[in-house]
């Protein structure tokens, strides 16, 4: 069965500054890896998708890559706002469900 | 970007009644919807993949005469708790896949159910 981390569960930085958050998962044979941002008591929002070929994807200040041989993928986030402040969770498909992380916590201090 | 919306995006209700939540594809036919339940700073758990036209399938664990999944047609499902206990409040979420090859997933806003 997949499982699937992400490390670290929480994280507090000054804006400004850039960070990795970074997933892992046990079974390479994925089909796409997504990465979502949740608000407190809010749906998820997706940010961005990586196919298993592709290697990474990237939205304004967001990068995500993605090592299937080695089950890993990160987020990049350049130059953090407070607005980044949320919980990012990472998921990964293989040929029918989604598997989740049980997310980073992110915390932007101004 | 596909949007998916929810119905109610919150409920009370009281021990032993039954609360139905829709979800609903906005601009976009979904073949494939999925209902989650998420715990007070947790992930989420996937409890069943619901198919337009046939019978939902249950993760292991989930009771399918409990929550019951219904998915009509190509923009709507519905998860319906019945006999609701105040260990079923929790956060219900549900989303949708684009019907492409992407399978990029797509979310509402969840559903936060209470029962007294």
Not at chain 1, 69 to 81: E, F, K, M
Not at chain 2, 32 to 49: E, G, H, I, N, V
Request: with cysteine; charged share 15%; aromatic share 10%.
């Amino acid at each position: 069965k997949q499982e699937v981390t992400q490390i670290p569960a929480a994280l507090s930085v000054p804006e400004g500054e850039n960070l990795v958050l970074n997933c892992s998962f046990t079974d390479s044979a994925i089909y796409n890896l997504q990465w979502f941002r949740q608000d407190p008591g809010k749906g998820l929002t997706s940010l961005l998708l990586i196919q298993s070929s592709q290697r990474e994807q990237t939205s304004g200040r967001l990068n995500a890559s993605l090592d299937k041989s080695s089950g890993r993928s990160t987020l990049y986030i350049a130059a953090s706002q407070p607005g980044d402040s949320a919980t990012y969770l990472c998921a990964v498909k293989d040929f029918n469900k989604f598997y989740f992380g049980s997310g980073t916590k992110l915390n932007v201090k101004p | 970007g596909a949007v998916v919306s929810q119905h109610p995006s919150w409920v009370i209700c009281k021990s032993g009644t039954s609360v139905k939540i829709e979800c609903r594809s906005l601009d976009f036919q979904a073949t494939t919807m999925f209902w989650y339940r998420q715990f007070p700073k947790q992930s989420l758990m996937l409890m069943a993949t619901s198919n337009e036209g046939s019978k939902a399938t249950y993760e292991q664990g989930v009771e399918k005469d409990k929550f019951l999944i219904n998915h009509a047609s190509l923009t709507l499902s519905t998860l319906t708790v019945t006999s609701a206990h105040p260990e079923d409040s929790s956060f219900y979420i549900c989303s949708a896949t684009l019907p492409r090859a992407t399978n990029e997933q797509f979310f509402g806003p969840g559903t936060r159910l209470t029962v007294l």
